[in-house]
Nanobody
Framework: QVHLMESGGGSVQTGGSLRLSCDAS????????MGWFRQAPGKERERAAS????????WYPRSVRGRFTISKDNAKNTLYLQMNDLKPEDTAMYYC????????????????WGQGTQVTVSS
């Protein structure tokens, strides 16, 4: 079982930056992909970024493309999400996920989840 611990959330002004971290422990050998998902009150969970562990390829929705960067430090088993030019619509609880099931879109299917870290962007 993979265990995830997130950190780095906080409150910033519009245009500010944050870097989220996700420390992974346990058996990570079967991880197919990892991702950052976010959920705001009254909205469905959405994938903000994902990374495939086999080749390092990444994916971003159009809403964050060019502003967010997902990366992984394999030596530290830490996943990062660099968020720049933050906007109020980025306000959400951000969750780290590790998925073992094969999935073209790294949807979070049967994934292990972190506890979440809050990101708040004020106008």
């Amino acid at each position: 079982q993979v265990h995830l611990m997130e950190s780095g959330g906080g409150s910033v002004q519009t245009g500010g930056s944050l870097r989220l971290s996700c420390d992974a422990s346990g058996d990570t050998s079967s991880t197919f992909c990892m991702g950052w998902f976010r959920q705001a009150p009254g909205k469905e969970r959405e994938r903000a970024a994902s990374l495939f562990t086999n080749d390092g390829s990444t994916w971003y929705p159009r809403s964050v493309r060019g502003r967010f960067t997902i990366s992984k430090d394999n030596a530290k088993n830490t996943l990062y999400l660099q968020m720049n030019d933050l906007k109020p619509e980025d306000t959400a609880m951000y969750y780290c996920a590790a998925q073992e099931a094969w999935d073209t879109h790294c949807s979070g299917k049967d994934a292990a989840w972190g506890q979440g870290t809050q990101v708040t962007v004020s106008s």
